[in-house]
């Protein structure tokens, strides 16, 4: 035995340089100077059950069992493959040979074929022998077929030996001719004629066929016709607008269609002899699955307006409740919110507008009774005048609480009579400037209106206690879109700001200009006076 060899062996092809080429069901093994080496790189030659070899020239052809024919070059570097689908009568090849014109021939487990090559590999086209070429047998045995030396073919098949001369087998066949035979719907053939326009003469096919989308199972019966190869044609189909390309070659002469999805389509079939020549026509049958309306356009589209309809009227519904009950809880606040506003008042008014008048009362009978004890009377009068002005501060808080709302003119006017009040014969001059009557038309909210008088306040008896000012500005400028600025201006003595914030008057002044979104600045200087800016926007 040869050393290195222990698989089942099926073929044996001598290749040039005394290289062994051996089949095995395993794959195909190169034999050389006593050492064994794989024949390529290729997987499927390396795998692949091979049953016949052989080779012409530079061209080396494999025989596979189930995969057809593998086609290379002496060192294995190129590989091409003939398959049932480029025309073979079979995938199992039993044994080659090559002809002095360099055609192959290859025994299949049905007929003999024939393939011819346009340049040193690729193939031009496939021919099938049967009994129209006196092939009586239907299957050749393994490694059956030899070509001589004046180009006769030999298979031993089953049933003896046929000698076949490859220089005869060139006569022509005509080509066939296809034709459609019959078409049914779910089996069954069509006669609502609401789904055509008439039947065709020839083969009673429907005209126009336009189904519905529920009517997609078609099957389709053709026939090729053949008088001198008829057992030998083959089909090859597909629906244009549905496949991409013809099926392989097969005898089935029919096919069946199930759900179709809708569209347009044309059904196209050819028939091709063992010649590997293609009929004289093609069928062409035009038809249609209609679509169901909900997937139309239009459908489509009414279907958008729809969804975007409901979903603007819910969002119409949603905003409005959600409006509603906005407006209702702030209608329930603004609600509470007045009635401890009132009461609030209502309690403090008689609280503490009672007490402080009885204070103020009694002090005055004191004074009265006192007048004799000029020591008391300082006590006396500050007494007086501090009850004074808790009154007129309790006022004021009064009219913060029970005040809803009012111009920016009427606060104005409040600022301006509290600071001509709060100045009077204290021998600082107050002066006043840029209150307009086009500050009328704006309203403010009463939390809106006490921050800014409680600013204005705060600033006012600031330069009153500390400022030691001959004078008083208070300017009002409306900027551009609604936007004041509005400054308390005086001559005194100043201040340093570092050494300041700290104190509760300026921290004051500060949180409430935040509360109505505004800025405030300070400029001073010892002793140059002082500017309290404050920016704001009217709400």
């Given at each position: 035995p040869v050393p290195g060899i222990n698989e089942y062996v099926s073929a044996i092809d001598v290749l040039p340089g005394d290289s062994i080429l051996i089949g095995t069901p395993q794959g195909v093994i190169l034999y050389h100077n006593g050492n064994r080496f794989p024949f390529c790189n290729d997987r499927d030659v390396n795998t692949t059950d091979f049953r016949a070899l052989g080779h012409y020239e530079n061209r080396v052809v494999l025989g596979s069992f189930n995969k057809g024919l593998f086609i290379t070059d002496l060192k294995g570097n190129h590989l091409w493959r003939i398959t049932k689908s480029h025309g073979l009568s079979s995938n199992n090849i039993y044994s080659v040979t090559f002809d002095k014109q360099g055609n192959l021939w290859a025994s299949t487990g049905f007929y003999l074929d024939r393939i011819s090559f346009s340049g040193d590999f690729s193939f031009s086209k496939v021919e099938t022998f049967s009994k129209t070429q006196g092939i009586h047998s239907a299957e050749g045995n393994l490694n059956g077929l030899l070509c001589d030396s004046k180009n006769n073919l030999w298979e031993g098949t089953n049933d003896g030996v046929y000698r076949i001369s490859a220089d005869d087998a060139e006569r022509s066949i005509n080509p066939p001719v296809i034709v459609m035979r019959k078409?049914?719907?779910?089996?069954?053939?069509?006669?609502?004629?609401?789904?055509?326009?008439?039947?065709?003469?020839?083969?009673?096919?429907?005209?126009?066929?336009?189904?519905?989308?529920?009517?997609?199972?078609?099957?389709?019966?053709?026939?090729?016709?053949?008088?001198?190869?008829?057992?030998?044609?083959?089909?090859?189909?597909?629906?244009?607008?549905?496949?991409?390309?013809?099926?392989?070659?097969?005898?089935?002469?029919?096919?069946?269609?199930?759900?179709?999805?809708?569209?347009?389509?044309?059904?196209?079939?050819?028939?091709?002899?063992?010649?590997?020549?293609?009929?004289?026509?093609?069928?062409?049958?035009?038809?249609?699955?209609?679509t169901p309306f909900y997937r139309t356009a239009v459908f489509k589209i009414l279907l958008g307006f729809v969804l975007i309809g409901l979903g603007v009227i819910?969002?119409?519904?949603?905003?409005?409740?959600?409006?509603?009950?906005?407006?209702?809880?702030?209608?329930?606040?603004?609600?509470?919110?007045?009635?401890?506003?009132?009461?609030?008042?209502?309690?403090?008014?008689?609280?503490?507008?009672?007490?402080?008048?009885?204070?103020?009362?009694?002090?005055?009978?004191?004074?009265?009774?006192?007048?004799?004890?000029?020591?008391?009377?300082?006590?006396?009068?500050?007494?007086?005048?501090?009850?004074?002005?808790?009154?007129?501060?309790?006022?004021?808080?009064?009219?913060?609480?029970?005040?809803?709302?009012?111009?920016?003119?009427?606060?104005?006017?409040?600022?301006?009579?509290?600071?001509?009040?709060?100045?009077?014969?204290?021998?600082?001059?107050?002066?006043?400037?840029?209150?307009?009557?086009?500050?009328?038309?704006?309203?403010?909210?009463?939390?809106?209106?006490?921050?800014?008088v409680m600013i204005a306040k705060e600033a006012l008896n600031n330069i009153l206690k500390h400022a030691k000012a001959g004078k008083v500005i208070f300017k009002i400028r409306l900027r551009a879109g609604d936007n004041v600025e509005m400054a308390f201006v005086d001559d005194g003595k100043g201040f340093d700001p570092a050494f300041s914030s700290e104190g509760n008057g300026i921290k004051n002044i500060k949180l409430r200009v935040q509360r109505i979104n505004g800025n405030v600045f300070f400029q001073s200087g010892e002793p140059t006076g002082t500017v309290l800016n404050l920016e704001f926007r009217l709400p």
């Amino acid at each position: 035995p040869v050393p290195g060899i222990n698989e089942y062996v099926s073929a044996i092809d001598v290749l040039p340089g005394d290289s062994i080429l051996i089949g095995t069901p395993q794959g195909v093994i190169l034999y050389h100077n006593g050492n064994r080496f794989p024949f390529c790189n290729d997987r499927d030659v390396n795998t692949t059950d091979f049953r016949a070899l052989g080779h012409y020239e530079n061209r080396v052809v494999l025989g596979s069992f189930n995969k057809g024919l593998f086609i290379t070059d002496l060192k294995g570097n190129h590989l091409w493959r003939i398959t049932k689908s480029h025309g073979l009568s079979s995938n199992n090849i039993y044994s080659v040979t090559f002809d002095k014109q360099g055609n192959l021939w290859a025994s299949t487990g049905f007929y003999l074929d024939r393939i011819s090559f346009s340049g040193d590999f690729s193939f031009s086209k496939v021919e099938t022998f049967s009994k129209t070429q006196g092939i009586h047998s239907a299957e050749g045995n393994l490694n059956g077929l030899l070509c001589d030396s004046k180009n006769n073919l030999w298979e031993g098949t089953n049933d003896g030996v046929y000698r076949i001369s490859a220089d005869d087998a060139e006569r022509s066949i005509n080509p066939p001719v296809i034709v459609m035979r019959k078409l049914t719907l779910f089996s069954a053939p069509i006669t609502n004629k609401k789904y055509f326009d008439s039947l065709s003469r020839f083969n009673q096919l429907p005209v126009n066929l336009k189904l519905p989308h529920n009517q997609n199972h078609l099957t389709f019966e053709f026939q090729g016709i053949s008088l001198t190869d008829p057992e030998q044609v083959k089909y090859q189909y597909y629906i244009k607008g549905l496949d991409n390309s013809f099926s392989e070659p097969s005898s089935q002469n029919s096919v069946i269609y199930s759900g179709l999805p809708s569209g347009k389509y044309s059904f196209i079939a050819r028939a091709i002899n063992s010649k590997g020549t293609l009929s004289s026509n093609v069928i062409v049958y035009d038809f249609e699955i209609t679509t169901p309306f909900y997937r139309t356009a239009v459908f489509k589209i009414l279907l958008g307006f729809v969804l975007i309809g409901l979903g603007v009227i819910i969002r119409t519904i949603i905003s409005r409740v959600r409006q509603k009950r906005i407006k209702f809880i702030e209608e329930l606040r603004a609600n509470e919110q007045e009635k401890m506003r009132k009461r609030a008042t209502e309690d403090f008014h008689d609280e503490l507008g009672n007490r402080l008048t009885r204070i103020s009362v009694l002090a005055e009978v004191l004074k009265k009774r006192a007048h004799e004890k000029s020591e008391i009377e300082p006590i006396i009068e500050q007494i007086k005048e501090n009850s004074l002005a808790l009154y007129n501060g309790t006022r004021d808080v009064i009219w913060s609480l029970s005040n809803t709302d009012e111009t920016f003119f009427e606060l104005l006017t409040r600022i301006k009579e509290f600071a001509v009040d709060l100045f009077h014969e204290t021998g600082i001059d107050v002066e006043v400037d840029g209150i307009q009557e086009t500050f009328k038309k704006n309203r403010l909210p009463a939390d809106f209106s006490r921050n800014l008088v409680m600013i204005a306040k705060e600033a006012l008896n600031n330069i009153l206690k500390h400022a030691k000012a001959g004078k008083v500005i208070f300017k009002i400028r409306l900027r551009a879109g609604d936007n004041v600025e509005m400054a308390f201006v005086d001559d005194g003595k100043g201040f340093d700001p570092a050494f300041s914030s700290e104190g509760n008057g300026i921290k004051n002044i500060k949180l409430r200009v935040q509360r109505i979104n505004g800025n405030v600045f300070f400029q001073s200087g010892e002793p140059t006076g002082t500017v309290l800016n404050l920016e704001f926007r009217l709400p």
